[in-house]
């Protein structure tokens, strides 16, 4: 079975940015942020939905020490029943949710969702503070729609703000909290 909806790479939509480094300034140098993209919990119910039907997939949560473990199984349009299984610990924050929907996203993953992530150039952020700006979000918009579209990439990307007048674009919605 082709598992299309879960393999189509991630829109800019379903992708949310976290600050994985902070690098302070020093010799004249700007302060950067190292930023991962990550898929939101939300955008796997939303294309296991798409692909399977509401009915024909779900998802078990088993509380484990430090942690949790997600199972989800589906059910193709055969009837054959197939289950993976991922885990991750609690979070900072949110310890029990968070560690949840890490579980379930880092599940998914085994169904090929999201996997692409894993091959995004390295993106720092020059920033003032430690916080992702505003900006920037156009800018990772924009990032993800050149990886989608097969334009190589660098490496390591270092975005700016004076690269936000670069853009062509509409300014994106704003972000539902995740």
């Not at 119910?45 to 509401?54: A, K, L, P, T, V």
């Not at 085994?110 to 692409?116: I, V």
């Not at 992702?132 to 190589?152: C, F, H, M, T």
């Not at 004076?162 to 704003?174: I, N, S």
Request: glycine share 8%.
């Amino acid at each position: 079975m082709e598992l299309q909806k879960l393999t189509t790479p991630l829109q800019a939509e379903e992708i949310e940015w976290r600050v994985q480094q902070v690098i302070e300034a020093k010799n004249g140098k700007p302060a950067k942020l190292i930023v991962v993209p990550y898929i939101t919990n939300r955008s796997v119910m939303e294309r296991f939905d798409e692909q399977f039907g509401w009915a024909n997939w779900s998802n078990e949560i088993r509380e484990i020490d430090g942690g949790f473990l997600c199972t989800i199984t589906v059910t193709l349009p055969s009837g054959q029943v197939i289950s993976k299984t991922d885990g991750a610990s609690r979070t900072a924050i949110e310890p029990v949710k968070g560690g949840i929907s890490d579980a379930m996203k880092r599940a998914a993953v085994q169904f090929g969702l999201g996997r692409g992530l894993y091959n995004f150039p390295k993106v720092f952020v020059e920033v003032e503070g430690k916080y992702i700006p505003e900006w920037a979000y156009r800018l990772l918009d924009a990032l993800v729609d050149s990886i989608n579209s097969g334009k190589p990439q660098r490496d390591v990307i270092v975005l700016k703000e004076d690269h936000v007048r670069q853009l062509q674009r509409p300014q994106p919605q704003v972000r539902a909290a995740a």
